[in-house]
């Protein structure tokens, strides 16, 4: 059985309001092919939030979740492929923090498209069956998106985060590329 307020309360609608930011976001950046400097401006700003909302929403007590799919494996791949061309060879980066990390003593590297294309994955299958109505269907969505959050994304989400952090300041996004730049010219 479900609960109203799992389905409907604020917490469930605040993520629910990021999450559809954020895909709706990547979806219209990777089909206009957007600036780098503004997929990295706006993902360091809404992966943050993202994190947040995902963990107020209650962890689930089951995982036995069969639940229609929406993004298909072409749709991941095209969204990850224009991400990728969008970050050109600001793309990869080395991870140090994963999970085949316990079978190496090097960094496997990463690439801040798939991280992104993972999220985009299991947001965009949950607000699928979300915005169905079906409130049965609906809590589990929610509850396989929040245990989907433990198990997964949400660490690819920090990673990613850990990884865009940096191109901040090589886009000029960061007071600090402000102030390297008042430096030098102190310096001409």
Not at 45 to 56: A, F, G
Not at 121 to 134: A, C, P
Not at 153 to 171: D, F, K, Q, V
């Amino acid at each position: 059985m479900y609960d109203k307020e799992f389905l409907f309360g604020k917490d469930t609608i605040d993520f629910v309001t990021v999450a559809l930011e954020f895909c709706s976001f990547l979806e219209r950046a990777g089909g206009n092919k957007a600036e780098a400097k503004e997929v990295v401006d706006k993902c360091t700003k809404i992966l943050p939030l993202l994190y947040l909302k995902t963990l107020l929403i209650p962890a689930p007590q089951e995982d036995d979740w069969d639940l229609e799919e929406s993004v298909t494996e072409e749709g991941y791949e095209l969204l990850r492929g224009n991400l990728s061309e969008i970050l050109g060879q600001n793309d990869t980066y080395l991870s140090a923090v994963s999970q085949d990390m316990k079978y190496s003593d090097t960094p496997i590297a990463a690439t801040i498209s798939e991280d992104l294309a993972d999220i985009y994955q299991d947001l965009g299958n949950f607000l699928f069956v979300y915005r169905e109505g079906i409130e049965q269907y609906m809590s589990n969505a929610l509850a396989k998106c929040r245990f989907a959050f433990d198990a997964y994304w949400g660490g690819r989400l920090l990673n990613c985060l850990n990884a865009l952090h940096p191109l901040r300041e090589l886009y000029g996004l960061s007071a600090l590329s402000g102030e390297l730049e008042a430096e030098e010219d102190l310096y001409e």
